[in-house]
């Protein structure tokens, strides 16, 4: 079992993915020659030749030629270098990539796998650092998952290249040159779907996804040194999303936060306390999104960090929702 960094984790699910799917391309900006502007795609092109290859700086060719190219037999793993450049590229995501099974009525599939990634690092500013899963979660036809270690980093992307239909596997830069953990790269493709239980606790359940979940963790521990037992739900895929779980441990704790770094308001957070509401779930407490205010990401490092939950804010905010607890 080899130790692999996040990012090392993408390149070993890539290969893996080049020698078993011989539809699959991978193309972006940058990605065949330099390999990658964060070197995940590195060592592709010499090995798999002309299936890896730079393009133009134009994510609505990348995403409209993927989208063909899926239609017709080719399995396209194309990468976006950051989220905030998807915009560009929306109609060919949303009314096309996300159509094609729904308007050939079943005839046509569109199995298209969208490697980006997003979120702040230092002085990435603003048009570098928004999290936008939410936006692609309204999207009917669209898969999104959100990867946080390594393991899940190369199992995510060989589910979502296995699948059918297209998928946005959304990654973290701050997490591609982390720790190196032990990685199976042997094992069967998984399923969509799915939670995972990262620690339990009988006080407060804290769900979260991506790189935020290792700071939810961090104040977890912490929580727990003040008397605090916080369960740690994280939800790797966010589409399909494992709605039960969820409603089984707010059940339990009777207390839930939702943690992300994205905006707060219309933060998938929002629809996650939705369906526990809406499932009748009998709470101690009104439930709480922590996340970003509504504010532009701002380019110096140290402001941009004070906007962003960190483990002091979210044990404020958690100790806040114990104290207010009915």
Same mark, same amino acid.
């Given at each position: 079992?080899?130790?692999?960094?996040?990012?090392?984790?993408?390149?070993?699910? +890539?290969?893996?993915?080049?020698?078993?799917?011989?539809?699959?391309?991978?193309?972006?900006?940058?990605?065949?020659?330099?390999?990658?502007?964060?070197?995940?795609?590195?060592?592709?092109?010499?090995?798999?030749?002309?299936?890896?290859?730079?393009?133009?700086?134009?994510?609505?060719?990348?995403?409209?030629?993927?989208?063909?190219?899926?239609?017709?037999?080719?399995?396209?793993?194309?990468?976006?270098?950051?989220?905030?450049?998807?915009?560009?590229?929306?109609?060919? !995501?949303?009314?096309?990539?996300?159509?094609?099974?729904?308007?050939?009525?079943?005839?046509?599939?569109?199995?298209?796998?969208?490697?980006?990634?997003?979120?702040?690092?230092?002085?990435?500013?603003?048009?570098?650092?928004?999290?936008?899963?939410?936006?692609?979660?309204?999207?009917?036809?669209?898969?999104?998952?959100?990867?946080?270690?390594?393991?899940?980093?190369?199992?995510?992307?060989?589910?979502?290249?296995?699948?059918?239909?297209?998928?946005?596997?959304?990654?973290?830069?701050?997490?591609?040159?982390?720790?190196?953990?032990?990685?199976?790269?042997?094992?069967?493709?998984?399923?969509?779907?799915?939670?995972?239980?990262?620690?339990?606790?009988?006080?407060?359940?804290?769900?979260?996804?991506?790189?935020?979940?290792?700071?939810?963790?961090?104040?977890?521990?912490?929580?727990?040194?003040?008397?605090?037992?916080?369960?740690?739900?994280?939800?790797?895929?966010?589409?399909?999303?494992?709605?039960?779980?969820?409603?089984?441990?707010?059940?339990?704790?009777?207390?839930?936060?939702?943690?992300?770094?994205?905006?707060?308001?219309?933060?998938?957070?929002?629809?996650?306390?939705?369906?526990?509401?809406?499932?009748?779930?009998?709470?101690?407490?009104?439930?709480?999104?922590?996340?970003?205010?509504?504010?532009?990401?701002?380019?110096?490092?140290?402001?941009?960090?004070?906007?962003?939950?960190?483990?002091?804010?979210? !044990?404020?905010?958690?100790?806040? +929702? !114990?104290?207010?607890?009915?």
């Amino acid at each position: 079992m080899p130790e692999l960094s996040y990012g090392e984790a993408v390149n070993a699910a +890539l290969h893996r993915l080049m020698e078993e799917l011989p539809e699959t391309l991978v193309y972006g900006e940058d990605v065949a020659l330099p390999g990658g502007v964060f070197g995940v795609t590195r060592g592709l092109r010499k090995r798999y030749g002309d299936r890896v290859f730079d393009t133009p700086i134009s994510e609505s060719a990348i995403l409209g030629s993927a989208v063909g190219a899926a239609m017709f037999g080719r399995r396209p793993i194309v990468e976006i270098m950051w989220a905030d450049f998807s915009l560009v590229a929306l109609d060919q !995501i949303v009314n096309q990539a996300a159509n094609v099974r729904y308007v050939s009525g079943g005839r046509l599939r569109a199995p298209l796998t969208i490697r980006t990634q997003q979120g702040n690092a230092p002085g990435a500013c603003a048009q570098h650092s928004q999290c936008l899963e939410a936006l692609f979660l309204h999207v009917p036809g669209l898969r999104v998952c959100m990867p946080s270690t390594p393991q899940d980093a190369y199992d995510l992307l060989v589910t979502a290249v296995h699948a059918d239909d297209p998928v946005l596997v959304v990654e973290n830069r701050t997490l591609y040159f982390g720790p190196k953990e032990p990685v199976t790269t042997d094992g069967p493709v998984r399923p969509m779907g799915g939670a995972r239980t990262r620690r339990t606790g009988s006080d407060v359940t804290l769900v979260t996804w991506g790189a935020m979940t290792h700071r939810v963790l961090a104040a977890a521990e912490a929580l727990a040194r003040d008397g605090v037992e916080a369960e740690v739900l994280e939800t790797p895929w966010l589409n399909p999303f494992d709605t039960e779980a969820v409603i089984e441990s707010a059940r339990r704790t009777r207390r839930l936060a939702v943690v992300h770094e994205a905006n707060v308001t219309g933060g998938f957070g929002a629809e996650v306390v939705a369906r526990v509401a809406g499932a009748g779930v009998a709470l101690a407490a009104p439930p709480i999104r922590i996340g970003a205010p509504d504010v532009r990401m701002p380019a110096a490092p140290v402001l941009a960090q004070a906007l962003i939950p960190d483990a002091a804010r979210i !044990i404020e905010d958690v100790k806040g +929702l !114990i104290a207010g607890a009915r």
